[in-house]
Nanobody, 115 residues
Framework: QVQLVESGGGLVQPGGSLRLSCAAS????????LNWVRQAPGKGLEWVST????????RYADSVKGRFTIARDDAKNTLYLQMNSLKSDDTAVYYC????????RGQGTQVTVSS
């Protein structure tokens, strides 16, 4: 059974940084492309980033390109999202997911960007 547990969210000022983590179990982590998606208040799920197997391919939504970095540690079955230069528009619940649509995702971690 796929289990995804996100952590690392919190309250941060505009311009600040956070690193999210996602501990995965129940599937062969290293063979999956993995994703981060987010849901802002009152809005639908939004794809944020994808990483391929081995970490050689990464993709980002235009809204986060140049500010966010996705990474994976296959030895630890853990996915990461380093978020820099955070803006108020980045406020959302962030989920790791095994698909880009977020149909199989964890419980999420809240990120609030506010002064």
């Amino acid at each position: 059974q796929v289990q995804l547990v996100e952590s690392g969210g919190g309250l941060v000022q505009p311009g600040g940084s956070l690193r999210l983590s996602c501990a995965a179990s129940g599937f062969t982590f290293r063979t999956y492309w993995l994703n981060w998606v987010r849901q802002a208040p009152g809005k639908g799920l939004e794809w944020v980033s994808t990483i391929g197997t081995g970490g050689f391919i990464t993709r980002y939504a235009d809204s986060v390109k140049g500010r966010f970095t996705i990474a994976r540690d296959d030895a630890k079955n853990t996915l990461y999202l380093q978020m820099n230069s955070l803006k108020s528009d980045d406020t959302a619940v962030y989920y790791c997911a095994t698909d880009a649509q977020g149909r199989v995702r964890g419980q999420g971690t809240q990120v609030t960007v506010s002064s």
